[in-house]
């Protein structure tokens, strides 16, 4: 029975629209696999008070908890290098005033980050304050100021070269409640921009080339546009094919 244009129509604007030339076959990609469970890394994070995590451009976590009690956040996460990792940090405040509590303190801020692979924050990553207060450390006239957000700062790519670096803060300045000792952030330091206590919300950069331990790990940006070949089924079938020729970034070859 022949075809009506009708039916045809939408199929050939969906071919169209998908890339694929009409005859040409889409078919699974050898030695491209999913990724598994296998290929993230732990993504430990604490703030005073709390923080938005974007990797390669993507939002990855939210803090759960804005204020108190403080607490620590931990997402697995698929990297890929090199991996930029934008953050917004936020010391909690009246936006009016800068202060807390009632308006009767002045808070201060901190953050610490650590990865599976090895990346924890310093003074090599960049710091930007976007709003603080209460100017001069004026209690009893608060006033704040701030900046806007510039367009594309937690993008890959974006220039971030005319930002200061991040001053690092001993633990005991930033003082972390209980739940930061639960967990490991060996070998990170806490960040925030030059001002701990009037800087109240800023946000932080830094690009991570090859993992830090030196670990070689695939590359899966862009799956969307293949058919990659699916895990074994089975138990231990999360593991992924024992070959893989994924492209590799990073650490060893
Ligand atoms: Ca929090
Ligand atoms: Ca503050």
Not at 145 to 152: K, M, Q, T
Not at 191 to 205: A, E, H, P, Q, T
């Amino acid at each position: 029975m022949r075809r009506s244009l009708k039916t045809i129509a939408p199929v050939v604007i969906w071919l169209a629209l998908s890339g694929v030339a009409p005859g040409q076959e889409t078919r699974v990609q050898p030695g491209i696999r999913k990724p598994t469970i296998d290929d993230t890394i732990r993504a430990t994070v604490y703030a005073d008070n709390a923080f938005q995590l974007f990797i390669n451009g993507e939002l990855v976590a939210v803090d759960s908890i804005m204020f108190v009690p403080h607490n620590v956040i931990e997402v697995d996460i698929l990297p890929a290098y090199p991996m930029t990792i934008a953050v917004m940090a936020i010391d909690n405040a009246d936006p009016i005033t800068g202060m807390e509590y009632a308006n009767t303190s002045i808070g201060d801020g901190g953050f610490i980050l650590k990865l599976g692979d090895g990346t924890v924050t310093d003074a090599s990553w960049k710091a930007k304050r976007i709003a603080w207060g209460p100017l001069g450390g004026d209690i009893q006239n608060p006033r704040v100021e701030r900046v806007p957000l510039p367009d594309g700062w937690s993008d890959e790519g974006f220039d971030d070269s005319e930002w200061p670096h991040a001053t690092e803060y001993s633990e005991a300045t930033v003082d972390p409640k209980g739940p930061y000792f639960e967990h490991d952030f060996d070998g990170a330091c806490f960040i925030w921009s030059g001002d701990l206590k009037l800087d109240n919300v800023v946000l932080f950069r830094t690009v991570v080339h090859a993992p830090p331990d030196g670990k070689a790990r695939s590359d899966f940006r862009g799956l969307t546009d293949t058919i990659p070949e699916s895990p074994r089924r089975g138990r231990g079938g999360d593991k992924g094919p024992r070959r893989s020729q994924q492209r590799q970034s990073g650490g060893e070859r």
